[in-house]
């Protein structure tokens, strides 16, 4: 299966295209969820770059540090990078941890919500979802590079990988568990609940509560998809993503509780204060909005007197060529009547009396 397409000496990878493409889709969800809760939504547009910095970084350091069985048994750890550190930048050969992507755009994020004086659990909510979308998506690069599948299966849903891709000892198994694809149709149901809690509960949510759901879903559904993957990152014997799942779904699912019963109280007088914040920007924004449709329909009325004005000028333009025209017609009539010679009329001669050509007394009388 190809990876990839050359442009010249530029080497292009549908893995690349497909992040892409998920992330794109995902800050097209976040800036809609933003917009629909009346802040602005080209906030994710600024987001969104240093978002995709920060988690391709930090998916290369959980790599580097959690390199997969296979990469072991290959030579490339941790301990490999770092006498390399050159090779830590080709991310071109494979190597990036969605759990370290997570974190790196995670604080990419609060670094920016710092910078900017935002809320970062307000602004997680807005992207959890679609961060679940990007996710779904960006599995298909894998599908792409015959990587994260699961153990032998004769189902009819099986892939088929290369012999080039398969793990030692399985040299002669040709089909797989589609480990991405299951992740890939999870993480689409989990952004859809995600939705639907926030359309059907958002009276009940807390600012975080969105993100916090987000630690809880996609955790569970990395946690169990781990025992059918047939490549886990050991640790000193520990397979560091299963275990990183479940630390943070325990941890998301406590401060969900606390939220919920110890802090409540203290939390709805913030979220109080949060409303009170986001109707001051809807109204600027709303006034910000009629002042834009004011201008634009003083342009439009501008615009419109001066077509008028320049009609008028053709139309008196028009006017004006007729009359130099119709007076021009005259005065050729005229000239051509002044200058036209009448001819005399004929004489004529009348007709000579009739003569009777016997006198009336030679007939006898009766």
């Keep these: 299966m190809p990876q990839g397409f050359n442009i010249g000496p530029l080497t292009i990878r549908y893995y690349a295209i497909i992040i892409i493409a998920g992330a794109i889709l995902g800050g097209w969800l976040a800036s809609r969820m933003a917009k629909k809760a009346g802040r602005d939504p080209e906030v994710i547009l600024d987001i969104l770059p240093w978002l995709l910095i920060g988690g391709i970084i930090g ?3 959980w790599h580097v540090f959690t390199p997969s069985a296979s990469n072991q048994a290959m030579g490339i750890t941790t301990e490999n990078y770092f006498r390399n550190p050159i090779e830590i930048l080709k991310i ?9 992507g997570v974190i ?17 659990l307000e602004w997680a909510d807005y992207i959890a979802p679609g961060l679940l979308i990007g996710q779904a998506v960006g599995r298909w690069g894998n599908f792409v590079n015959q990587e994260v599948y699961g153990g032998p299966s004769k189902l009819p849903w099986a892939i088929t990988i290369d012999p080039p891709y398969r793990m030692p000892g399985f ?3 040709a089909k797989y ?13 989990a952004a859809g609940l995600l939705i639907l809690i926030n359309r059907k509960w958002r009276s009940k949510l807390f600012t975080g509560d969105l993100f916090l759901l987000y630690l809880v879903l996609y955790p569970t559904i990395r946690f169990f998809l781990e025992f059918l993957r047939l490549d886990p990152s050991p640790v000193n014997g520990i397979n560091i993503n299963q275990t990183s799942m479940l630390v943070v779904l325990v941890v998301a699912v406590l401060l969900l509780v606390l939220r919920h019963t110890v802090w409540a109280e203290g939390l709805k007088t913030r979220e109080e204060n ?24 003083s342009e439009t009325a501008e615009e419109t007197e001066k077509s ?3 009609a ?7 006017a004006d060529e007729a009359t130099e025209e119709i007076e021009e017609a005259v005065d050729e009539a005229s000239d051509a009547l002044e200058n036209e010679e009448i001819a005399p009329a004929e004489e004529v001669e009348p007709d000579e009396e009739p003569k009777l050509d016997d006198d009336i007394s030679s007939y006898p009388n009766e």
């Design 59 to 61: 998916a290369r350091l």
């Design 92 to 100: 071109w050969n494979g190597g990036l941890g969605i759990p370290g």
């Design 104 to 120: 790196g755009g995670a604080l990419a994020l609060i670094i920016y919500c710092r910078a900017k004086k935002l809320h970062f």
């Design 171 to 173: 040299e002669q198994v």
């Design 177 to 189: 568990h589609p480990l991405f694809l299951y992740e890939s149709l999870l993480n689409l149901i």
């Design 274 to 297: 949060l409303d009170a914040e986001r109707a001051e920007e809807i109204a600027l924004m709303e006034a910000e909005k009629a002042a834009e449709e004011m201008e634009a329909a």
């Design 308 to 310: 008028l004005e320049e």
């Design 312 to 318: 008028a000028e053709a139309a008196d333009e028009a």
